[in-house]
Structures are given as structure tokens and as C-alpha cells.
């Protein structure tokens, strides 16, 4: 008999004051844009995603005569996405009701019907994607392992397949050349790079740098007959940049004497790159000439860069904002000049309060963590929510966030953790949970959770954990094994029963967590059951609500359905959330719906 979850309930309002509600909706609401992408030889044709509509669809832009044109327009959005090297055709990946299960679609980009782009390769989950103009390469994950492919002449070829998690990474401008990521060492947490020639598709180098240090390819040099591959390297505990000559069988590693991390991509003359610093939770633009080796500020407001690119003309285009102010796409010429390059239509969103940083001693080292106070709070400890990044390979940022907004706007401070797991702050950081994740962050949190009681920061009997897919999975985690912190949980697309999640979910994850734990539930069973939210459900006493998508293949329902079944014969107090899309939605109503309920089943908890 299948148990009746007590449905959460969906207020009409949050707030009784007219302005405040409407202001919580309009950022929500607020239309944005993400940073345009071009293609290879025609540098008019753009694409990017935006819920302008009220879903995140795709969106052609020709810059030569500035027509803007919606590309999609599928219920549950769309976010993948590429053009054609000739600007001729959009690519975009086509699932069913979010579940990320499918195949790319290719559709003129002027616009007309959209055919499978790829019919020779069978549906699956996306592994990589390069267009060229007489090659393309694709990736497809499926629960039998990685397969890769090669599109030549009209005919498809399979090259590679490994029960391993593998993915197409990246194509040399001439073509000749083929990188792929593959982790046949049996750890795709710390990957390796093979170099095929698309001739014969033989391979012609290797780079693994050995156990614990992952490399990743991110583009060839965008200059023919260029084989330099830049690639992402962790030789000295924190990913740094290199530059690989597959050719020549030589690399040079670019010290750039910055703290944190960094990311990059080429000029288009391949004579520098444009580099993406990261460094507590906020990042910065440089540019590094590899001829003299000078390194230049781009002089980028604090705040989070979230994409940035450059254009043929040497023009850097980037996303900028910060906790307080709302996102914006900008454009910088080589003189310096820094304007706004895409406007969305209609109103921006309203602004909200800025982050501050607090560095907390835990366990495992300094923790960092981002506080925001609600504007005009009354002196004194406040009520507290503290949100869980998902991941767990991520970061909270001082970026602008209409969920942190909400709760603030509700009278909540609001805790972001970056605990160990998150990237950011060097390899040994994030790879300090393996063989004990979810309890390993937990003890970060609680370090951070008692540093803002007595700080007077947080109300000890007011504090409430909340987060999505990781963040989830550590917030059901921890009102069961933290049961005397929290005075109710949030968690949204958690994993719930780890066993049962690994079972279903897509093998992508299953092989990301074979790595993090040690091995599989078959080798390894004690580590999830230790690791597992289900293991302490006797534990939990906080109210609970769940959020979950039926079509999820990150943290599927079956699993979330055991723990809820589990609380329901415990008689523990906790509401239930179902929704028709996967791991998270598209929709900004339904997201609206979410938020609402979310913030509402808070209140309604600290009033018990």
C-alpha cells in the first residue's frame, strides 16, 4: 500500500505588506539573460538562455541586424545548448520532462523544423559535444558506462566505450586533433587526458598526473595548426592552469601568484588568456600575455563573475553582480570602456542586502562562510537559516540570489557554508570528505552554527538548515544526526537513502560516487550506511519538508520515498512536495511555488 504523504502547503502570500511581496516575486520574475556564445566562424550568430518567456529557453541572436529569436519552447525549459561553426544551425539537447535522457536536436538558426542532429547515436545522457565543420564528436553516459562518437562524411563511428566515466572535451581548430576526459583509473573525481588524431582516430598522447590530482582539458588554442591544449591541473593543491603541446610533447605551467583558483580561456590570437580568479567566494578577471608573462587586472567589481568570454575584436564580455545588485551582462573593450551589452526586457529585479564574510575555526581548518543580515533587523540573535550548497564540488558566492533575498526579506539571517568539499580553497579541502562524506561537512556546519550563536548573530531556537541535491542529502542528514541544532529542515532533490539512490541513479553519479566513498555500496556498505540520511531517521525530531522531482536521475524518488515512508511510521511531523520535472526546475512560477512553499512551512515551524 503506498503511504499518503502529508502534502505541503502553498500559501496564496508570504507577506500582508503589498510591496514586500510583490518584491520578493519580482526578482524571481525579473528577466535574465546568460552571457551570448558565438559561433566559431561567424561571430554575429549568438546564442543564450534566458526566462524572459518564464522558462529558461535558448535564444538566437543575430548581431548584424539585432533580431533576437526564442529557439525553444518546451515545458520544462531547456538549458544545453551550442551553435554550428558556421553560425548555419543551433544545437540543443533534447530530454523529456527534465530527466537529462536524450539526444541533441539541430535546427536551422534562422529558424525552421528541428531534425536529430545524430540519429546513428542512441539517446542517453550527455557526455561532450564538438561541432566541427567536418567532424563532430559526441559523448553518451548510460547505466552500461561511457560511449564516444565520431561524426565524418555522413557516417558515425564509435571510438571509444568503457564501463568508466569518460566525455568528449575538446577539438583543435584544424580539426586533427581530439582530447577526451576519461577516468579508467577508477576515479573520474580526478581525471585524465587522451589526445586521438581524428585520422584513423588513433591516440597519440596520455597526461595523468597519478592518484588524487586530477587533469582537465578545456580547449585547444583557437588558432589552425595550434595543438596547445590548455588544460586544468592540481600538481600543488589547487587547480592551476597549464598549456600542452600535444605536437611537441611539451607543457609549460602558468604560475600566476594568485590565491584561490583559477579558470581560463584564449584570446582569440591564442597570444593570452582571459583568466577567471576565484578566491572566497568571489571572483575577478585577469588577462595573461604567455609572451611576456604579465598578468593585468581587469578591474572587475567585487562581486561573482558568472561567465565571460572574448570576441574576435579583443572585446571581453562577462556577467557580473554581486549579493546586492542583480545580474548583468557586460561588455569591455580593450581601452577599458565597460558597458552594458544585453538588457533584458522589463524591470530589473529589486536589489537586496550584501554578504559579509565570517572565518570560523572548525575541524578540519578555517571554514569560510557568507552572512547576510535582513535589512533593518532589530538588534539582537535572529531567527536563522542556514543554506547548503549543493555539489558538493561547488561554492556559495557573493552573487545576487533571490532565494537568499526571500528569506531575508521573512526576517531570517541567512548562513551560506562553504564547507570541506567545496571548491575554491585547494585541492586537500575538497577532497577531505572522501571516505566519509555528508558527516564530514557537518561537522564544518557545526563549527559555523555555533559560532553564530554566540556571536548573538543566530537565536539557538530559531535556527533552521535548508539545501538542494548535496545540500539536501547534508540537511536531512543533519537534523538526524544534529537533532538538538535545528528547529527544521528544508531539503529540496536531497539523496535520502544512499543505497537506494545509488541503485537508481544515472551512471555518471555512480561513478562520481565510487570515487567519494571508497566504492560501491556492494564493496564499501558500511561507509553508506554511515553516510546515509536513513541510518538516523529514528534521530530526527525538527519538522521536515521534502522537495522532490518525479523525473530526477541525480536523486531519484524511489529513494526519497523510502525515507519519507520511514518518517511516516515514525510519526514525525513533515509535509511533502511532488513536482512533474527532474533535478530542479526551469519554470519560474514553479520555482516561485517552491520558494513560497519553503519559506512558508519555516514560519509556520518556529510558531510551534
Not at 513 to 532: K, M, N, Q
Amino acid at each position: 500500500m503506498t503511504t499518503q504523504h502529508p502534502p505541503a502547503v502553498i500559501p496564496d502570500r508570504l507577506f500582508a505588506d503589498p510591496e514586500a511581496e510583490a518584491r520578493w516575486r519580482a526578482r524571481f520574475h525579473a528577466p535574465r539573460v546568460s552571457v551570448p556564445d558565438w559561433a566559431l566562424d561567424a561571430p554575429d550568430a549568438n546564442i543564450y538562455v534566458s526566462n524572459a518567456s518564464g522558462v529558461w529557453e535558448v535564444y538566437a541572436w543575430n548581431r548584424a541586424t539585432g533580431e533576437h529569436r526564442q529557439v525553444t519552447n518546451r515545458p520544462n525549459g531547456t538549458l544545453s545548448a551550442t551553435t554550428s561553426p558556421d553560425g548555419e544551425s543551433i544545437w540543443w539537447f533534447d530530454d523529456t520532462d527534465g530527466d537529462e535522457f536524450g539526444s541533441w536536436v539541430r535546427e536551422p538558426f534562422a529558424g525552421g523544423p528541428a531534425e536529430r542532429a545524430l540519429p546513428d547515436v542512441h539517446d542517453g545522457y550527455p557526455a561532450g559535444l564538438e561541432i566541427g565543420h567536418r567532424l563532430i564528436a559526441v559523448g553518451v553516459s548510460t547505466d552500461d558506462g561511457s560511449e564516444l562518437f565520431v561524426h565524418v562524411d555522413g557516417k558515425t563511428e564509435r571510438f571509444y566505450a568503457s564501463k568508466d566515466d569518460a566525455g568528449i572535451a575538446a577539438l583543435s581548430r584544424d580539426e586533427r586533433l581530439l582530447a577526451i576526459s576519461h577516468s579508467e583509473h577508477g576515479d573520474s573525481r580526478h581525471p585524465a587526458v587522451r589526445v586521438y588524431a581524428t585520422d584513423g582516430l588513433t591516440t597519440v598522447a596520455e597526461k595523468w598526473d597519478g592518484e588524487g590530482k586530477g587533469l582537465t582539458p578545456l580547449e585547444f588554442s583557437p588558432v589552425s595548426g595550434d595543438a596547445r591544449l590548455l588544460v586544468l591541473h592540481e600538481r600543488r593543491g589547487r587547480e592551476e592552469l597549464l598549456i600542452w603541446d600535444v605536437a611537441a610533447d611539451t607543457e609549460e605551467e602558468l604560475s600566476l601568484d594568485l590565491p584561490g583558483e583559477v579558470s581560463a580561456t584564449w584570446y582569440p590570437g591564442a597570444d593570452a588568456l582571459l583568466v577567471v580568479h576565484f578566491h572566497q567566494g568571489r571572483s575577478s578577471l585577469y588577462r595573461y600575455d604567455l609572451g611576456t608573462a604579465e598578468l593585468t587586472s581587469l578591474d572587475t567589481p567585487k562581486g561573482r563573475i558568472g561567465g565571460a568570454s572574448v570576441r574576435p575584436d579583443g572585446t571581453v564580455e562577462y556577467s557580473w553582480s554581486n549579493a546586492a545588485h542583480p545580474p548583468v551582462i557586460r561588455a569591455r573593450a580593450e581601452d577599458g570602456t565597460d558597458t552594458v551589452l544585453l538588457a533584458p526586457p522589463g524591470e530589473p529585479a529589486p536589489p537586496s542586502a550584501p554578504v559579509v564574510d565570517a572565518f570560523v575555526e572548525g575541524p578540519g581548518g578555517r571554514v569560510h562562510a557568507l552572512v547576510a543580515r535582513p535589512v533593518n533587523a532589530p538588534e539582537g540573535p535572529l531567527p536563522t537559516v542556514f543554506t547548503l550548497h549543493g555539489g558538493p564540488h561547488s561554492a556559495d558566492e557573493d552573487r545576487f540570489s533571490a532565494y537568499r533575498a526571500v528569506w531575508l526579506d521573512a526576517g531570517f539571517a541567512v548562513v551560506e557554508v562553504n564547507y570541506r568539499g567545496s571548491t575554491g580553497y585547494g585541492s586537500a579541502w575538497r577532497d577531505a570528505i572522501e571516505g566519509r562524506p555528508g558527516l564530514t561537512e557537518l561537522e564544518d556546519v557545526a563549527a559555523v552554527h555555533d559560532w553564530a550563536v554566540d556571536s548573538g548573530l543566530a537565536d539557538p531556537a530559531k535556527c533552521l538548515v535548508s539545501g538542494g541535491s548535496w545540500g539536501g542529502y547534508l540537511t536531512l542528514l543533519a537534523i538526524g544526526t544534529q537533532p538538538e541544532r535545528w528547529a527544521a529542515g528544508v531539503a529540496a532533490v536531497p539523496v535520502a537513502d544512499y543505497v537506494a539512490a545509488y541503485e537508481d541513479e544515472m551512471e555518471q553519479l555512480r561513478s562520481f560516487d565510487r570515487a567519494l566513498f571508497g566504492g560501491s555500496p556492494e564493496t564499501v556498505p558500511d561507509v553508506y550506511r554511515e553516510c546515509s540520511p536513513l541510518t538516523y531517521v529514528e534521530a530526527v525530531r525538527a519538522p521536515v519538508l521534502v522537495l522532490a522531482g518525479d523525473n530526477d536521475p541525480r536523486c531519484p524518488i524511489r529513494q526519497i520515498e523510502n525515507y519519507l515512508d520511514r518518517l511516516a511510521e515514525l510519526q514525525r511531523p513533515y509535509e511533502f512536495y511532488r513536482y512533474d520535472a527532474g533535478h530542479g526546475s526551469l519554470v519560474t512560477a514553479e520555482t516561485v511555488k517552491q520558494t513560497a512553499t519553503e519559506v512558508y512551512f519555516a514560519l509556520r515551524a518556529l510558531e510551534k
